[in-house]
């Protein structure tokens, strides 16, 4: 077959990797700005090959996938029988196009003793805000797998050249998104096309297997279950999330038991590290009830105590209750989207300072909350990876109002290009830190965060970059910290 253009302009990625195989994903899109990818109205097989080494000399898999119309000519191949915790090497192949060539790790086998695991967590890419020179620097790094918390999509589109940072500086549009804000499948699909035609981001796809969830922006900003926070009626913003999630799975590298069923998709799931970690991926999204008080950044009403308040949902609570009762690995991941430090981040106002929350996050759903560091209570290895904030914050997790005996670790690691250059500390810098004794660190530039975790420690690097609003970004480590397992608290190193 033909094409005018070379059918894999979006690139390749892997992803959900197990001890026994991942996921590989390509998209075939001569012309990825078309509506159609430039592809016609039918199936087209693609050929695919995995090899132990990257000159595909030692080829170990190799099969044909169907493309098809109804996915956007996405394909997504589930490899199974291969070695465990060994890199692999996979591309894609149709006439005489090839495709670029990915690499991947298998995890260690489930229960097998393992000594190291590394690997990267970022998100919250906004196009309009910044490059993507920090997904530059992951591509760098030798990784079993990056965890992305979401936001990899923004669904808007700024009307102006640039608009008012925290800092009180200017954000400007540094590209511009192709379309305004998106509600058909056709839209979100030329989004992800456009997001996806960026090469760091490509570079850091090609580089290790991701384990990818979703946050807000990939459907609509700050919307929970069947609710918009825009006023749109349930059942027509259901239509939109059921465009969006269809979107999402065309373009990550998800397993089949992810395809949407209408507006719903199964994202919680778990993966086990050897006998190092159990990672339970968590949807923070999809069941949650409606958020209190009105508005994100406000003081405190009455409803964030609501004891019917769920953020997971009782089925997803009850499976992650039961999973962690397991105690299969010798640290247990949270790896999900909002934070979970209940944080005062009281503002400056004519009468004073006003009591603020961010109620988006786990602060405004106080029993759930609670209920979920209690029962993380015993455990003393439980790390809590976040994202949605733009910034940078490492803190300890304890019930009730927080003064108690830490049950676990949160490390929030900062946007891929959301909030644009940033600075290193933001305005209320001292407020919040002063106001949040839990809080041992916090700032404000963008980047990701660097993870190793050996048996007894857990060492998370924040590596930030100086600046996104042109090219020539540095990347660099502004802070580490470390926490032993069996004693949840942290320590610079």
Not at 465 to 473: A, R, T
Request: proline letters at 6%; one cysteine or more; glycine letters at 8%.
């Amino acid at each position: 077959m033909l094409f005018r253009d070379y059918p894999f302009r979006l690139g390749v990625a892997a992803g959900e990797p197990a001890a026994d195989g991942f996921v590989i994903w390509t998209r075939l899109a001569p012309d990825p700005l078309d509506r159609h990818g430039g592809m016609p109205m039918a199936k087209v097989d693609v050929d695919w090959e995995v090899a132990a080494d990257d000159g595909f000399k030692q080829i170990v898999q190799k099969g044909t996938a169907a493309t098809r119309p109804e996915i956007g000519h996405s394909v997504h191949v589930e490899l199974a029988g291969l070695q465990p915790a060994r890199p692999y090497f996979y591309r894609f192949k149709i006439g005489r196009e090839v495709s670029p060539i990915g690499r991947a790790k298998t995890l260690p086998a489930i229960g097998a003793r393992t000594d190291r695991m590394r690997f990267a967590v970022a998100g919250c890419q906004a196009w309009e805000d910044g490059l993507y020179t920090a997904y530059a620097d992951i591509a760098d790094q030798e990784i079993d797998f990056l965890y992305h918390y979401g936001d990899y999509i923004y669904e808007g589109r700024r009307k102006l050249m640039s608009k008012p940072g925290h800092d009180g500086r200017s954000i400007p549009v540094v590209r511009d998104h192709l379309s305004d804000e998106l509600y058909s499948l056709d839209d979100y699909r030329l989004r992800y096309a456009q997001y996806r035609m960026d090469p760091n981001l490509q570079a850091a796809h090609r580089a290790a297997a991701w384990f990818a969830t979703f946050d807000d922006h990939e459907v609509s900003n700050d919307w929970v279950g069947d609710h918009s926070a825009q006023g749109t009626p349930p059942e027509l913003f259901l239509l939109r999330r059921q465009a969006a999630f269809q979107a999402y799975y065309e373009y990550m590298p998800l397993r089949r038991a992810s395809i949407p069923m209408g507006a719903s998709i199964q994202a919680y799931r778990r993966a086990r590290f050897g006998d190092l970690a159990d990672i339970h991926l968590l949807d923070t999204r999809q069941f949650r009830t409606s958020r209190p008080c009105g508005a994100n950044f406000t003081a405190e009403c009455d409803d964030v105590r609501d004891p019917k308040a769920q953020v997971l949902g009782s089925a997803q609570e009850a499976w992650l209750t039961s999973e962690l009762r397991q105690k299969a690995g010798r640290w247990n991941v949270l790896a999900q989207q909002v934070m979970m430090m209940n944080l005062a981040r009281d503002r400056d106002g004519a009468a004073g300072p006003k009591p603020t929350r961010n109620f988006d996050s786990w602060a405004g759903y106080l029993a759930p909350r609670d209920r979920l560091l209690r029962n993380l209570e015993g455990l003393g290895n439980v790390v809590v990876l976040t994202g949605d904030e733009h910034q940078n914050f490492a803190g300890e997790l304890a019930p009730g109002d927080g003064t108690g005996k830490p049950v676990a670790v949160e490390f929030v690691s900062t946007s891929i290009s959301s909030g644009g250059s940033g600075s290193d500390e933001r305005y209320d810098q001292a407020q919040v830190m002063a106001a949040n004794p839990m809080l041992k660190f916090k700032q404000d530039q963008r980047g990701y965060l660097l993870c190793d975790v050996a048996p007894d420690l857990w060492t998370s690097r924040f590596r930030t970059v100086d600046k996104v609003h042109e090219p020539g970004g540095v990347v660099s480590t502004r802070a580490t910290f470390a926490v032993e397992c069996g004693n949840p608290k942290l320590v610079s190193a």
